[in-house]
């Protein structure tokens, strides 16, 4: 299949370019490159672009016949949506705007959109499935809601079938160590963990300790990168056979605490990690774990990482020798 992905030097994105090649699809990335890495994309797939230029994206679908789209290009900070929403707004809604439209236009009809656990806000169940109510409480999460509304609309006037696919924690890195995780700044904690070993000079901070949790420290559920991509497979697959605008969520179903991530990369590693305890952040709840039974059951979707150590054992094995 032709297969244009959005974001495709992303962490998420290269990752998928690499399954999609490894099964023999034609894939094009579309990435501007302001938080991506072009060492991570393969360059003769590479085209340099922005979601908010919209002839560029004109041009684009008018040199390639594709017969479907990932989309991985969102702002993803949820702090930084709360002090600058404008930016959040125009690319994560505008920009996906731009792009639906290019699809309508060229008659691509498959979508599949990297939405987020942050369209449901605070958990009101211990584990969140697909009928969990939908409150944001951040413009990032309202940014993927919004998205979600719009394929409705879209798919009512245009005829686009659409996947939402609601990550909780992306966790891990390719096994093969040629590719990883890197943000600058670094806001996840398995990445901060592991760089705060690397750079010697701890720095690492567990934002609150006194959660209505076992050990006092937020609860979540990771998934493993390679996991998270082979669940996009399957949602184009099931595209094939269904008309309609769908949303799973996407997670392990198993919930770690932010010290037991740590004990279990003190395992994997062999070294005692530093840290240090501060003030929580406001809107952190203290437990987020999917319920992803909707997903194994439609999309016949298995997870191959369960264990946090064989999640961050990926992930220490490439940021040992990163190569962006």
């Given at each position: 299949m032709?297969?244009?992905?959005?974001?495709g030097a992303g962490y998420i994105g290269s990752h998928m370019v690499k399954i999609l090649n490894s099964q023999g699809h034609t894939v094009t990335i579309f990435?501007?490159?302001?938080?991506?890495?072009?060492?991570?994309?393969?360059a003769a797939?590479?085209?340099?672009?922005?979601?908010?230029?919209?002839?560029?994206?004109?041009?684009?679908?008018?040199?390639?016949?594709?017969?479907?789209?990932m989309h991985f290009s969102a702002k993803s900070l949820v702090?930084?949506?709360?002090?600058?929403?404008?930016?959040?707004?125009?690319?994560?809604?505008?920009?996906?705007?731009?792009?639906?439209?290019?699809?309508?236009?060229?008659?691509?009809?498959?979508?599949?959109?990297?939405?987020?656990a942050a369209i449901f806000g605070p958990p009101q169940q211990k584990t969140i499935n697909e009928e969990h109510p939908c409150r944001p409480i951040n413009p990032y999460g309202r940014t993927k809601l919004m998205v979600e509304h719009i394929l409705k609309d879209y798919h009512h006037a245009y005829g686009i079938r659409s996947v939402s696919l609601r990550y909780f924690n992306a966790a891990g890195a390719d096994p093969e160590g040629k590719l990883g995780e890197s943000h600058t700044p670094e806001t996840h904690l398995i990445p901060n963990?592991?760089?705060?070993?690397?750079?010697?000079?701890?720095?690492?901070?567990?934002?609150?300790?006194?959660?209505e949790t076992p050990d006092g420290t937020c609860i979540r559920d990771y998934i493993h990168i390679n996991d998270l991509c082979s669940a996009h497979l399957l949602a184009?697959?099931?595209?094939?056979?269904?008309?309609?605008?769908?949303?799973f969520n996407l997670g392990n179903g198993n919930g770690f605490s932010i010290l037991e991530v740590i004990a279990a990369a003190e395992q994997v590693t062999g070294h005692k990690i530093k840290f240090e305890y501060a003030p929580p952040r406001e809107g952190d709840p203290a437990r987020l774990v999917a319920d992803s039974s909707l997903t194994r059951r439609l999309l016949g979707?298995?997870?191959?990482?369960?264990?946090?150590?064989?999640?961050?054992?990926?992930?220490?094995?490439?940021?040992?020798?990163?190569?962006?």
């Open positions: 032709r297969i244009l992905v959005c974001g990435d501007n490159l302001s938080t991506g890495h072009a060492q991570a994309a393969p797939q590479l085209f340099a672009g922005d979601l908010l230029d919209k002839e560029s994206l004109a041009r684009l679908f008018k040199a390639h016949n594709f017969e479907a789209v702090g930084e949506s709360m002090t600058n929403p404008s930016a959040y707004y125009t690319n994560n809604v505008i920009g996906t705007i731009n792009l639906l439209d290019a699809m309508q236009a060229h008659q691509v009809h498959r979508f599949i959109f990297s939405s987020s963990i592991l760089k705060s070993l690397i750079n010697g000079h701890g720095g690492l901070k567990i934002f609150g300790n006194s959660y184009l697959n099931f595209l094939d056979n269904n008309d309609g605008v769908f949303g979707w298995k997870t191959q990482y369960t264990g946090i150590e064989e999640i961050i054992s990926t992930a220490w094995n490439w940021h040992q020798k990163p190569r962006y």
